[in-house]
């Protein structure tokens, strides 16, 4: 499921996120992923250890969580604390896949998390910068995305996928992943579509028995598929 989540973050969470990365201590990219993803990777990130990085990833973590769209499509069990990218100067990120186990926490207190959904987090407007777009490969074909700032694209983290060079400009992004209580894709887009065909049948005035019934059969399912 590739899905489009619009207005993630407010017009003041925004802009104080693009300054304070304007004015940030950028790292190579690299450092980051292992001896493949290092060949095609050319970008700079926050530093896992900047105290900024934390600050930043919070406040996408709490407007995710009042996000009714994002949690219908991620069904999140949990979430890798958010990272902060930026290409410029023809920096890209040739094709690759994200790794299937994520490590998060500090020394000593480290855990797993499977990655179900990989997201990144526009946040800078697509005509202040040339190149730039997150590339998806499925079955369908090549998607290419290119969002407003503030929106956010989720798709599976088995993608194959990459980020096209940026030649004007500089490209700003958080991306991170998620662990969803539904491992399944096709499981979660159709958990997704009847929560979407509920919240319509219930704004309209449907029967109210017929949408309870409905309800009842999406946790039904919910409870079949989860793993929590």
């Known amino acids: 499921m590739l899905l489009h989540v619009p207005n993630v973050l407010t017009a003041d969470e925004l802009a104080y996120l693009q300054r304070m990365l304007d004015a940030a201590d950028w790292a190579d990219g690299r450092e980051t992923v292992g001896a493949q993803g290092a ?3 050319r970008n700079e990130q926050l530093p896992d250890a900047s105290p900024l990085k934390g600050e930043l990833g919070r406040i996408v973590l709490a407007a995710l ?3 009714p769209l994002f949690f219908a499509a ?4 949990r979430i890798l604390p958010p990272r902060f ?3 410029q100067g023809g920096g890209q990120y040739g094709f690759h896949v994200d790794g299937a186990v994520m490590i998060t926490g500090p020394e000593g207190q480290r855990s797993h998390l499977r990655s179900d959904v990989s997201c990144t987090l526009f946040l800078t407007p697509p005509e202040a910068y040339d190149g730039g777009e997150l590339v998806i490969s499925d079955t369908y074909g090549e998607h290419e995305v290119k969002l407003p700032a503030g929106d ?3 798709y599976p983290s088995s993608s194959l996928h990459r980020v096209a060079p940026v030649t004007r400009g500089a490209r700003l992004a958080s991306f991170f992943w998620v662990q969803s209580m539904v491992r399944d894709d ?3 887009r159709m958990l997704l579509d009847m929560d979407s065909a509920i919240e319509t049948l219930r704004s309209s005035g449907a029967d109210g028995a017929a949408v309870l019934q409905l ?3 999406y946790h039904n399912l919910l409870r079949r598929w989860s793993e929590v």
Request: aromatic content about 4%.
């Open 39 to 41: 060949r095609v990777k």
């Open 65 to 67: 969580e009042r996000h």
């Open 74 to 77: 991620a069904l999140p069990l």
């Open 85 to 87: 990218n930026r290409y």
């Open 152 to 154: 956010l694209v989720l």
């Open 186 to 188: 096709s499981a979660r």
């Open 215 to 217: 309800t009842g059969v």
